[in-house]
Every structure is written in C-alpha cells, then in structure tokens.
C-alpha cells in the first residue's frame, strides 16, 4: 500500500537513498533541505526549508498536506554532526548543532503529528547515533543533541500512542557519507572496534531497520531504538 513519506535533509547522503529507495517502491515522498534538489519524479515534492526554522517547517507539513493530503510516515534524517573537545566547542558550535538535530526533529515530529491525529495513525523515525551509548569523545556537542532526541522519541512515544502514532529511533553507526569526513580515520577503527560486528554501516542497513518500523507488522513496537552494529 503506497504511502506518503516526509524525508528531512535529503538533497544527498542516507536521506537522497532513502528518497530514491521509497519512491522505487510506489511511495509519494516529499523532501525538504536548504538548496534545491536535482531530483524529478511524479511522486516527488521537493521543498527547501531550513529544518530548525519553525515557521519553515509549518510550510512544508501545509505544502505536503495540499498536495499528498496526508503524511503516513515522518523520517527526521536532518542532521550535522560536530568534532571537538567540550573545552575547544564555542557556543556558536552548540547552538547550530543543537537548532538543527534536537529542534529540526522536534519541530516537524509536532507538526506533522497533528496531522497524523486527524487520520488516528503515523509512523515517526528519529535518528540518534551510537555516538550516544559509547560516550565517544570529540562528539559531546553531536551526542548531547542525539541523546536529546531519544529521549524526545521516548516521551513522544508515550504521549502519541493513544492516537495511533508510533515512535522509534535508529542509531547507526558510521556510514561512508560526508557527516563522518571529518571524523580522523584512527576515531573511526576505535569505533569499529567497540562495535561486535566490525564494519562501517551500509545504507541497506538504515533502509532495513527504517522498513522495520514503518512496516504494518510493526504496530505494535513504540518508543524504541535500534542501534547498528552491535554494541
């Protein structure tokens, strides 16, 4: 059964596969980044918003609404990820990776809940990142803002689920896209190693587990996450 998929950050990256992945399989999928997407396709609405831009995000939930009618699945993949220790991080630093993770997520999980609560079902998928358990340092800024988002993901799951929206959180581990480039290779080993299975992430990775959740057979699985790689 086709649905109607909000992706946020999807000009490239896991969110650009997961646009590409939906649409192949017959979904409406409306994307939203800060430039124009290249993208064409009769299902596909692109709109350019800034994620943590609260007025923004009203635009693109109304534009979604008026064209697909509804929006069945949220996927809040908007991020930027930060490398620093906690003594060197200027607030600068804080207050952009904080507006784009924890408030982009916030902002487009509430409004398009509202809409969701008018048809009594909707699928929301967070991402947060194994950064989060492994406490890895360098990335206080960037884990702070995902530890906020599970948390998000399990209070939201609590409040929503009387009205039929289920929420849950994908961790992954570091995928080859550019928001581990600035991660130093050595970073990136250690982390392998921490891992039970040692090896990047793969974007099949994120589609299976993003399958999983959104899927009908999930209806009853809420306020969870799902990290990559085994920690």
């Not at 909000?6 to 990256?13: F, V």
């Not at 809040?76 to 630093?93: C, D, E, I, R």
């Amino acid at each position: 059964m086709s649905k109607s998929i909000l992706i946020t950050g999807n000009r490239k990256g896991i969110g650009l596969h997961l646009t590409n992945y939906y649409l192949s399989k017959g979904h409406n999928v409306i994307g939203c980044s800060r430039n124009d997407s290249s993208l064409t396709h009769p299902n596909y609405l692109h709109i350019k918003a800034d994620v943590s831009d609260e007025k923004m995000v009203r635009k693109v939930v109304s534009e979604a609404k008026k064209r697909f009618k509804t929006i069945d699945v949220l996927i809040n993949n908007a991020g930027m990820a930060s490398l620093n220790h906690s003594l060197l991080t200027p607030g600068s630093t804080v207050k952009k990776v904080f507006e784009t993770n924890f408030y982009g997520s916030f902002f487009f999980s509430r409004e398009c809940a509202k809409l969701m609560m008018k048809n009594k079902k909707g699928k929301i998928v967070n991402f947060s990142t194994v950064a989060v358990p492994l406490n890895l340092d360098g990335e206080m800024v960037y884990a702070s803002s995902k530890a906020a988002i599970e948390k998000m993901t399990k209070i939201m799951a609590k409040e929503l689920a009387p009205y039929n929206i289920l929420v849950n959180a994908i961790g992954p581990t570091p995928i080859n896209t550019d928001l581990i480039k600035v991660v130093p290779k050595d970073k990136i080993e250690k982390l392998l190693e921490d891992q039970l299975i040692h090896r990047l992430g793969e974007l099949k990775d994120v589609e299976n587990v993003i399958d999983f959740f959104i899927d009908e057979k999930s209806d009853f699985i809420t306020g969870q996450i799902i990290y990559l790689g085994g920690l």
